[in-house]
């Protein structure tokens, strides 16, 4: 109970500090030490996740409570989260000295709370509870939108901001309905098999702003940096796949295999493959590399959330690996891209033509991102998706089975691409960036340039933890003998 | 204190309070019984509440006939409710404007305002718990008389005074004809007698009986809130005192006898009246949100502001009574409890800030201003404006959403909530921006710690009477269905 309410106090305790202290040096150990706190206890945590522990803190409204809980599945989805964050920190922490402190206190700020806010979300236990938390993730991520990727005074503006809205009020009609239905909004096994459709509106509720990013992306800013768009969608994304997961896991255990061969799910997939193609179309024919990352990212976050229902539906127990994989597979793209993206916008190249010689070890890292969610490289996503595959097979799962072969031509056409401009020898590259030398300062240069070798230093701790994950699952060594 | 003898003290106490301010007029005795008298009451109307729901209805009848007069009374959960919040929405804007009275009134007037000011706790008491017509309707009386004889210490409008107070004399002599109408077909001035008995009504006297009823809400409605746009354009102190007056205590009293007259009264013929014209109110109530909606961006002072929210407010209620289902009540009843506190909230503190500045009306220019102590009570009051889970206006569109499942106008009844909150979630947002430009530029850090704290303790607080409000808001809505 203690080690829960631990669990839930230290990011928030984080956040506050961060807030509100002046001290920039104490700011900064905080925000290093946060998510090594949240690991650390998690350990601890670890002892309670195999038999579950409750932690109720009020008597809410229709027969639940305010409160938290801890079991398998959450500690597992606590395990990623803190993953991402340790990872966050020390990327921010290392590209920090070439961003205005500015950026970076608000950065770090509206980090720490959306961590704190998904920490909520993961160890909520009923809900209204995650309703409550999400709103405030969605809240979050238009302030972060707004200080961070819309242009000032854009008339589109309003699209994001009505995305925000719709699905915070849909995923709200969603609660309602699942209260008038089954008479409570607790994470618990439900007679569901006529209320399908209800799966379906939370589906279109938790991911609306993944089905038009191709809308979402026009009132972003030109120039910002990866980094910024990418924490806003991998934790906009990992919210809703985390509340995904549990509803699937808990309230709809027994009728997602219903759900994968009813007749609304279909017409479902259809307007997903759509939207898929469009987003796939624009990330091949995209000239702007932000903008065809974008749509990657937006096609990973709906393909694991139809993995999830796969998952879901042919093996409840391992339900946990689409969300675990597409964490570490997106974090792993992005910040590969974002060292790419960094080092164009340092030295203002106009692209990526002949980098290969200049970022050896990126770019070899964002080819081995790219073979991840292909999946052609031994890691997560391959183990994830030969569970994925397997189930296609099986059940003959046709639309799904395209929607899946079109992500892989799609993602192998881009990584050839990428590929090609990356190799290409072009003559005019290192006269490019000698000749942006004269204009740069002697000493960022070289900073740069052992900054490149630090940077990877963290996806080649995720490329690690990709690779080696899957042989702790399988062979359920330490921890993961859950 | 049992159940009956504490009704007895909330209509007696400030009956004897105001008798003894008239025997000892003294100013600083007077205004230290109203100080006692109003806490008092409040507590009392707290524990009348708590007794209410647990006994569902509490009266008592000495069966004395008309000469009754405050002996007889009959208080179910919309009583209750409605006393506590009249008297708590008087008690605040008593301290909220005696700075004011002091500043403004005469010496000789002081006393007499604040002597008839205690009388009017008196009448309000009277009305909230009378159960007989009789009754209601001197009980209204003594109210109307008091506003008249405030207004004419206050605001020295004689001769609209005396047109009002025509007006009023003429709708009560029609009152009293309709109660004659009442006494004569129904032999009976008790409420609860009369709404057994008219369900035996037969189906020939039915057309009569609309009349009826249509005559009597419509008198009632208009005593109460026809004087309201007579004080709007009135710019001092004591005219702000005297709009909260109407706008938030006579509007109870005025909500109170509509529901009380078409519920109580007249029960399932107000039911099968309000399922006829339930496509005019829903028409009404998409006009009046898209409307409003589509002024979002012209919204730039506060008198806007106030129409926007009101309006919303009012179509929600236009919703629920087009509806009148259990669900439906019970957000009318959330609605109304948001109106009183949220509303009045905001009305302190766009006066206050309107006291300060000359630029009268332009308050959302002016709070781009120095007003930063203002900033967090906003922020907490945006908090409840934009519907947030667990606050008033969520559980509104909660018990909405469900209710309209019920309801044949699904469709409509989803978007006009949609729409609704839309305009609240923007407003809230536009408002909270404005805000925090301004708070980065004063780094004001204890303000900031200080409205998180509260805004923390006030969800802690919410999430703690979420229940209790749930039970609240079912009880609230029995005690209206027939």
Same mark, same amino acid.
């Given at each position: 109970?203690?080690?829960?309410?631990?669990?839930? =106090?230290?990011? =928030?305790?984080?956040?506050?500090?961060?807030?509100?202290?002046?001290?920039?040096?104490?700011?900064?150990?905080?925000?290093?030490?946060?998510?090594?706190?949240?690991?650390?206890?998690? %350990?601890?945590?670890?002892?309670?996740?195999?038999?579950?522990?409750?932690?109720?803190?009020?008597?809410?409204?229709?027969?639940?409570? *305010?409160?938290?809980?801890?079991?398998?599945?959450?500690?597992?989805?606590?395990?990623?989260?803190?993953?991402?964050?340790?990872?966050?920190?020390?990327?921010?922490?290392?590209?920090?000295? %070439?961003?205005?402190?500015?950026?970076?206190?608000?950065?770090?700020?509206?980090?720490?709370?959306?961590?704190?806010?998904?920490?909520?979300?993961?160890?909520?236990?009923?809900?209204?509870?995650?309703?409550?938390?999400?709103?405030?993730?969605?809240?979050?991520?238009?302030?972060?939108?707004?200080?961070?990727?819309?242009?000032?005074?854009?008339?589109?503006?309003?699209?994001?901001?009505?995305?925000?809205?719709?699905?915070?009020?849909?995923?709200?009609?969603?609660?309602?309905?699942?209260?008038?239905?089954?008479?409570?909004?607790?994470?618990?096994?439900?007679?569901?098999?006529?209320?399908?459709?209800?799966? =379906?509106?939370? *589906?279109?509720?938790?991911?609306?702003?993944?089905?038009?990013?191709?809308?979402?992306?026009?009132?972003?800013?030109?120039?910002?940096?990866?980094?910024?768009?990418?924490?806003?969608?991998?934790?906009?994304?990992?919210?809703?796949?985390?509340?995904?997961?549990?509803?699937?896991?808990?309230?709809?255990?027994?009728?997602?295999?219903?759900?994968?061969?009813?007749?609304?799910?279909?017409?479902?997939?259809?307007?997903?493959?759509?939207?898929?193609?469009?987003?796939?179309?624009?990330?091949? &024919?995209?000239?702007?590399?932000?903008?065809?990352?974008?749509?990657?990212?937006?096609?990973?976050?709906?393909?694991?959330?139809?993995?999830?229902?796969?998952?879901?539906?042919?093996?409840?127990?391992?339900?946990?690996?689409?969300?675990?994989?597409?964490?570490?597979?997106?974090?792993?793209?992005?910040?590969?891209?974002?060292?790419?993206?960094?080092?164009?916008?340092?030295?203002?190249?106009?692209?990526?033509?002949?980098?290969?010689?200049?970022?050896?070890?990126?770019?070899? *890292?964002?080819?081995?991102?790219?073979?991840?969610?292909?999946?052609?490289?031994?890691?997560?996503?391959?183990?994830?998706?030969?569970?994925?595959?397997?189930?296609?097979?099986?059940?003959?799962?046709?639309?799904?089975?395209?929607?899946?072969?079109?992500?892989?031509?799609?993602?192998?056409?881009?990584?050839?691409?990428?590929?090609?401009?990356?190799?290409?020898?072009?003559?005019?590259?290192?006269?490019?960036?000698?000749?942006?030398?004269?204009?740069?300062?002697?000493?960022?240069?070289?900073?740069?340039?052992? *900054?490149?070798?630090?940077?990877?230093?963290?996806? &080649?701790?995720?490329?690690?933890?990709?690779?080696?994950?899957?042989?702790?699952?399988?062979?359920?060594?330490?921890?993961?003998?859950? | 204190?049992?159940?009956?003898?504490?009704?007895?003290?909330?209509?007696?106490?400030?009956?004897?309070?105001?008798?003894?301010?008239?025997?000892?007029?003294?100013?600083?005795?007077?205004?230290?019984?109203?100080?006692?008298?109003?806490?008092?009451?409040?507590?009392?109307?707290?524990?009348?509440?708590?007794?209410?729901?647990?006994?569902?209805?509490?009266?008592?009848?000495?069966?004395?006939?008309?000469?009754?007069?405050?002996?007889?009374?009959?208080?179910?959960?919309?009583?209750?409710?409605?006393?506590?919040?009249?008297?708590?929405?008087?008690?605040?804007?008593?301290?909220?404007?005696?700075?004011?009275? @002091?500043?403004?009134?005469?010496?000789?007037?002081?006393?007499?305002?604040?002597?008839?000011?205690?009388?009017?706790?008196?009448?309000?008491?009277?009305?909230?718990?009378?159960?007989?017509?009789?009754?209601?309707? #001197?009980?209204?009386?003594?109210?109307?008389?008091?506003?008249?004889?405030?207004?004419?210490?206050?605001?020295?409008?004689?001769?609209?005074?005396?047109?009002?107070? $025509?007006?009023?004399?003429?709708?009560?002599?029609?009152?009293?004809?309709?109660?004659?109408?009442?006494?004569? #077909?129904?032999?009976?001035?008790?409420?609860?007698?009369?709404? @057994?008995?008219?369900?035996?009504?037969?189906?020939?006297?039915?057309?009569?009986?609309?009349?009826?009823?249509?005559?009597?809400?419509?008198?009632?409605?208009?005593?109460?809130?026809?004087?309201?746009?007579?004080?709007?354009?009135?710019?001092?102190?004591?005219?702000?005192?005297?709009?909260?007056?109407?706008? !938030?205590?006579?509007?109870?009293?005025?909500?109170?006898?509509?529901?009380?007259?078409?519920?109580?009264?007249?029960?399932?013929?107000?039911?099968?009246?309000?399922?006829?014209?339930?496509?005019? $109110?829903?028409?009404?109530?998409?006009?009046?949100?898209?409307?409003?909606?589509?002024?979002?961006?012209?919204?730039?002072?506060?008198?806007? !502001?106030?129409?926007?929210?009101?309006?919303?407010?009012?179509?929600?209620?236009?919703?629920?009574?087009?509806?009148?289902?259990?669900?439906?009540?019970?957000?009318?009843?959330?609605?109304?409890?948001?109106?009183?506190?949220?509303?009045?909230?905001?009305?302190?503190?766009?006066?206050?800030?309107? @006291?300060?500045?000359?630029?009268?009306?332009?308050?959302?220019?002016?709070?781009?201003?120095?007003?930063?102590?203002?900033?967090?009570?906003?922020?907490?009051?945006?908090?409840?404006?934009?519907?947030?889970?667990?606050?008033?206006?969520?559980?509104?569109?909660?018990?909405?959403?469900?209710?309209? !499942?019920?309801?044949?106008?699904?469709?409509?009844?989803?978007?006009?909530?949609?729409?609704?909150?839309?305009?609240?979630?923007?407003?809230? $947002?536009?408002?909270?921006?404005?805000?925090?430009?301004?708070?980065?530029?004063?780094?004001?850090?204890?303000?900031?710690?200080?409205?998180?704290?509260?805004?923390?303790?006030?969800?802690?607080?919410?999430?703690?009477?979420?229940?209790?409000?749930?039970?609240?808001?079912?009880?609230?809505?029995?005690?209206?269905?027939?």
């Amino acid at each position: 109970m203690f080690l829960l309410f631990v669990n839930s =106090v230290i990011p =928030v305790f984080g956040y506050f500090f961060i807030g509100f202290s002046r001290s920039s040096k104490l700011n900064k150990m905080i925000f290093k030490l946060l998510p090594v706190l949240f690991l650390m206890n998690l %350990f601890g945590l670890s002892a309670y996740a195999n038999k579950g522990a409750n932690l109720e803190i009020f008597n809410l409204f229709s027969n639940t409570t *305010f409160g938290f809980n801890i079991d398998k599945l959450n500690f597992l989805l606590l395990l990623s989260l803190g993953l991402i964050w340790i990872t966050f920190v020390f990327h921010i922490n290392q590209i920090s000295k %070439f961003l205005q402190e500015e950026i970076t206190d608000n950065l770090k700020l509206k980090i720490t709370a959306s961590f704190a806010l998904l920490n909520c979300l993961i160890i909520s236990n009923n809900l209204l509870t995650t309703l409550f938390f999400y709103s405030f993730l969605l809240l979050l991520n238009h302030f972060f939108a707004k200080d961070f990727l819309y242009e000032k005074n854009s008339k589109l503006c309003i699209i994001p901001k009505l995305s925000f809205y719709l699905q915070s009020f849909l995923f709200f009609v969603a609660v309602v309905l699942n209260d008038k239905f089954f008479g409570n909004v607790s994470f618990l096994l439900q007679n569901n098999s006529q209320h399908l459709n209800l799966l =379906v509106l939370y *589906f279109v509720a938790l991911f609306f702003i993944f089905l038009i990013p191709y809308l979402f992306y026009q009132s972003f800013k030109s120039s910002n940096i990866a980094l910024i768009y990418i924490s806003f969608f991998v934790i906009s994304g990992f919210g809703s796949l985390v509340i995904f997961t549990k509803i699937l896991k808990t309230i709809f255990a027994s009728s997602a295999s219903n759900l994968i061969v009813s007749s609304i799910f279909h017409y479902f997939l259809v307007i997903v493959f759509t939207i898929i193609l469009i987003n796939a179309v624009l990330m091949i &024919f995209s000239k702007n590399l932000k903008a065809s990352f974008f749509y990657l990212i937006s096609n990973q976050i709906l393909l694991s959330a139809i993995s999830i229902t796969i998952f879901a539906s042919f093996d409840n127990s391992k339900i946990y690996l689409p969300i675990v994989s597409s964490a570490l597979s997106n974090i792993l793209i992005l910040l590969s891209f974002s060292n790419f993206n960094f080092y164009i916008e340092k030295l203002k190249l106009s692209s990526i033509k002949g980098m290969f010689d200049n970022l050896k070890i990126s770019s070899i *890292f964002l080819i081995f991102a790219l073979l991840n969610v292909l999946p052609l490289f031994p890691a997560i996503s391959l183990y994830e998706k030969f569970f994925v595959i397997k189930a296609i097979f099986q059940k003959e799962l046709l639309w799904i089975g395209i929607i899946f072969v079109l992500n892989f031509f799609f993602i192998f056409v881009l990584g050839c691409k990428l590929s090609y401009f990356l190799l290409s020898k072009i003559e005019g590259n290192t006269k490019n960036i000698k000749s942006s030398d004269e204009n740069y300062n002697q000493n960022k240069q070289e900073d740069l340039t052992n *900054f490149e070798l630090s940077l990877n230093l963290i996806p &080649f701790a995720v490329l690690f933890i990709m690779i080696v994950l899957p042989i702790f699952l399988q062979f359920k060594i330490g921890i993961f003998a859950l | 204190m049992s159940a009956i003898s504490n009704a007895y003290l909330i209509i007696f106490l400030p009956l004897i309070a105001s008798l003894f301010s008239f025997l000892v007029p003294k100013k600083k005795i007077v205004v230290t019984t109203i100080v006692l008298t109003s806490l008092s009451l409040i507590a009392l109307s707290c524990q009348n509440l708590l007794n209410v729901l647990a006994y569902k209805n509490i009266s008592n009848n000495f069966d004395l006939g008309q000469i009754s007069l405050g002996l007889e009374f009959s208080i179910s959960a919309i009583g209750a409710t409605f006393l506590l919040l009249a008297f708590f929405t008087k008690s605040i804007i008593f301290f909220f404007f005696t700075k004011d009275f @002091e500043n403004s009134l005469e010496e000789k007037n002081k006393i007499v305002f604040y002597q008839l000011y205690l009388f009017q706790f008196f009448a309000i008491a009277g009305i909230f718990t009378a159960d007989s017509f009789f009754n209601i309707i #001197i009980f209204v009386e003594i109210y109307i008389l008091t506003i008249f004889a405030l207004a004419e210490i206050l605001l020295n409008q004689n001769r609209n005074n005396w047109r009002y107070f $025509l007006f009023n004399s003429l709708v009560t002599i029609l009152i009293l004809f309709l109660l004659l109408v009442s006494q004569i #077909i129904f032999s009976e001035s008790n409420i609860s007698a009369i709404a @057994e008995n008219i369900s035996l009504i037969l189906p020939s006297q039915l057309s009569f009986m609309i009349v009826f009823f249509a005559i009597i809400i419509l008198a009632l409605l208009s005593k109460m809130l026809f004087p309201y746009f007579s004080f709007k354009s009135e710019n001092s102190k004591t005219s702000k005192f005297f709009l909260s007056e109407l706008y !938030f205590v006579k509007s109870a009293v005025a909500i109170f006898l509509t529901l009380k007259f078409s519920y109580v009264f007249f029960g399932n013929l107000t039911i099968e009246l309000l399922g006829k014209v339930a496509p005019f $109110l829903i028409f009404l109530s998409l006009s009046l949100v898209s409307y409003f909606a589509l002024q979002l961006r012209k919204q730039n002072s506060y008198q806007n !502001f106030f129409q926007h929210i009101i309006c919303n407010n009012l179509a929600i209620v236009f919703v629920t009574l087009a509806i009148s289902n259990l669900y439906s009540l019970q957000s009318l009843f959330f609605t109304i409890i948001n109106f009183f506190f949220i509303n009045l909230a905001f009305f302190f503190i766009f006066s206050l800030i309107e @006291e300060k500045t000359d630029n009268k009306g332009q308050v959302f220019f002016i709070l781009k201003r120095n007003f930063s102590s203002f900033f967090f009570p906003i922020k907490i009051l945006l908090f409840f404006l934009s519907a947030f889970p667990l606050s008033f206006l969520f559980f509104s569109n909660w018990y909405l959403i469900k209710a309209a !499942f019920d309801s044949i106008y699904l469709p409509l009844l989803f978007l006009i909530v949609a729409i609704s909150n839309f305009s609240y979630v923007f407003t809230s $947002l536009k408002l909270f921006e404005m805000i925090e430009i301004e708070e980065e530029k004063s780094e004001n850090n204890f303000s900031n710690i200080a409205s998180f704290l509260l805004l923390f303790a006030v969800i802690i607080l919410l999430f703690a009477s979420s229940d209790f409000l749930k039970n609240l808001s079912l009880e609230f809505a029995l005690s209206l269905i027939p």
